[in-house]
Nanobody, 125 residues
Framework: QVQLVESGGGLVQAGGSLRLSCAASGRAFSDYGTGWFRQAPGKEREFVAV????????YYADFVKGRFTISRDNAKNTLYLHMTSLKPEDTAVYYC??????????????????WGRGTQVTVSS
């Protein structure tokens, strides 16, 4: 079982940047795709970005394309989300997760099984 712990959230002004990290421990992190989701108050959890196990392919939700970059360092068992040009509507709890299948990918919550507890990102206008 992989355990995931997010960090790096906080309060930032609109137009600012943050980098989220997700530290993994347990089973072979490098064998699984990993992704970021977010959930705003009163809304359902939504897909943000995913990266394959090797890091050679990424996929983003339309609303973050060109602003967010997902990356990973398998040597450090860490996943990242670099967020720029932040908007108030990006305010949410951000979660990292690993794919259910080894060497898998996906953009649905059901494609992922292990989840972190989340880190709060608040963007002020």
């Amino acid at each position: 079982q992989v355990q995931l712990v997010e960090s790096g959230g906080g309060l930032v002004q609109a137009g600012g940047s943050l980098r989220l990290s997700c530290a993994a421990s347990g089973r072979a992190f490098s064998d699984y795709g990993t992704g970021w989701f977010r959930q705003a108050p009163g809304k359902e959890r939504e897909f943000v970005a995913v990266i394959t196990w090797s890091g050679d392919s990424t996929y983003y939700a339309d609303f973050v394309k060109g602003r967010f970059t997902i990356s990973r360092d398998n040597a450090k068992n860490t996943l990242y989300l670099h967020m720029t040009s932040l908007k108030p509507e990006d305010t949410a709890v951000y979660y990292c997760a690993k794919t259910r299948r080894a060497y898998g990918s996906g953009a649905r919550a059901s494609d992922f099984d292990s989840w972190g507890r989340g880190t709060q990102v608040t963007v002020s206008s």
